[in-house]
Every structure is written in structure tokens, then in C-alpha cells.
């Protein structure tokens, strides 16, 4: 009978040594995995949206005076909130809706006399009440809606889209954001592409105008042939290949490729912003209003391949009411409730709502 040798001693450094590769290895399988796992699954759905238009109403609609009521506040009406309900800053006593409620369609989902045209879709709406966040100041909640994040520099929601999807016209940008009269609030920063190249950013429309070479200002040159415009954007490309062997900068190429876009977007971008191709039973549907146009320019855009389109409500920050809250309301909702009710019943009648993401906010 022998006896089994006994195991040399193991080494404090080699015990570290075996054991980090032990743990190492456990790790590793388990990427393996879940990688494997992560490879061979499917979606419990498949993915039916393919664009995206977003009605941004900056400075931001009372949610309980419009698609959220909450009876309670009739209860208070006048008197201090209890504790549970302050907010993070000093609150005053309640104030009811002045806004009248109605239940429509088979959801009987409660909406406000304020959108009472946008009521009639409702069954095709999701009204969707649970959102929190921990920013109460309009500028980095701006940036927390549209990129994802109120302090640090993140690609906005359509330069991600882009990004990941493409465009399905090259002769059009993919992201487009209009703002009838000027910029809102953070301006640019809200269609920002980041750290993404800068061909994904959002292209900005001012579309308070109504000729088509107003909406898009110098798309094309006065002076110069297109023979001519694209001998020079040849030669402007031949430069900054030369320049860039030395000098990388994805700047300098997103300069370039803008260049090549706005030339290819002459003749198609012409035609999109055109209302007067649309007959006129369509543009008396969506109205003859900054909102109607650029509601309509919007559901052109998409159906030549546009990802995402933002309509933002006007410079600044219009629906930042603080007072008079009633009557900026009724003004605000006025402009905008007929254009989306038409929008609705326009996407749906081309079977283009199945696939189009409309969000309001």
C-alpha cells in the first residue's frame, strides 16, 4: 500500500495567480454565453416603426390641462397639497384644471376640450402617465428629452436614428428640425449629433415662411450652374482629401459631405417643401397655418425616406406659462390641434401610421 504524494505548497503569489485565472475564466464563459444566447434569440415583436415625427412643444403643455386630469386637485382647489404631493421647490395651493374633461372613443381615455380633434384618435394614441425625472429647469430637461442626458454631451434622439438606421434618401437629410421664427431654447444643442459624425446632426428649417426657397435657404446658388457647382465640389473635395492626410478631423469631412448633400438636395428637397403639389382638400385638412405647413411638410418628408422629423412649436419656449395660464393654453392648442388630428387621419389613410412613430410632448 503507497501513499498518494502530498501536493507542494503552494506560493501566496501563486495561489493569486491560479485563482485570477480561475475567476478569469469564469467570467469568460459566461460572456460566451450570454453572447451566444444574445446572438441566437429574436424579439418578442418585430420592430414595425421605420420614421418618426415628434410634435416638441418647448416650454411644455400642462399635462393635468390636457391628457392627464386629476379630480383631486378639485378637492384641493385653494388649499395647501399635503406632504406627499410637494415638490422638490416651494408649492403653492392647488389650482383645478379650468379645462373641461371628456371620455372618447372605446379606451374612454379622459381628454381636455383643448384637443378636442385630437381626441377623435384616440384609440390610436397611448396616453403614457408614468414618466419621472429629477430635472425641474427647462434647459437641461430639454436635454435630458432629446438626448437622453441633462449634463453630459449626448447624440439627440434623431442623430442616434440616423445613425443606426441610415437614411433611405440620399438626396434628402435624415433628421430634420423645424422651428417656425427662430431657435428654441439650447438651440442646436437639441439636434446635436455629439461625439457621432456630424453628418448625423439634425438639419434646421425655419418654417415660419411659405416660398419654398425661404424654407431652405441657399440650397442652390443664383449665380453659379449645377455643371459648375459640381466641378467645384470636386475640386473642394480633392483639397480637403489632400488636407486630411495630415490633419484628421471629422469636422472638416461633415463640412464636406453637408456640401454634397445640400447639392443633391436641389431638385428633391424643392419638391418636398412644395405644398402647392398637394391638392387642396388635403392642405384645408391640416390648415393654413405655420403648424398646418410644416405638419404637412413633415408627413412629405417621411414618405421620401426622412427618419425623423421634429416640429418644434416656435422660438424660445411658447408653452412656458407661468401666467394666464388659460388663455396661452387655449392659444397654443388652437394652433396645434388640427394639424395633428389631421396628421393621424392622413398616415392612417395611407396605411402609413402602422409604421410611423408620432410622438407629442
Known sequence: MTTSPQPAPLSRRDLLRRSGLGFGMMGLVDLLESGTARAAGQPNFAPRAKRII??????????VDTFDPKPNLQKYAGKPLPQTLLTERKTGVAFPSPFEFQRYGQSGIAVSELFAKTAQHIDDIAIIRSMQAQVPNHEPSLMLMNCGDSIRTRPSL???LMYGLGSENQNLPGFVAMCPG????????????AFLPGAHQGTYVDSKHTEVDRLIENIRSPHVMPEAQRRQLDLLRTL??????????????ARVQSFELAFR????AT?????????????ALYGDTVHGRQTLIARRLIERGVRYVQLWHGAGQ???SHENIEANHRKLAAEIDQPIAALLSDLKSRGMLEDTLVIWG
Open 54 to 63: 415628434h410634435f416638441f412643444l418647448n416650454g411644455g403643455p400642462s399635462h
Open 265 to 268: 438636395m436641389q431638385t428633391e
Open 158 to 160: 434623431g442623430s442616434w
Open 318 to 320: 411658447p408653452w412656458d
Open 271 to 283: 419638391d418636398a417643401f412644395d405644398l402647392s403639389r398637394e391638392p387642396q382638400h388635403l392642405r
Open 182 to 193: 427662430g431657435h428654441p431654447v439650447k438651440g442646436a444643442e437639441n439636434w446635436q449629433s
Open 240 to 253: 480637403n482629401q489632400s488636407h486630411r492626410q495630415g490633419r484628421l478631423d471629422p469636422r472638416l469631412e
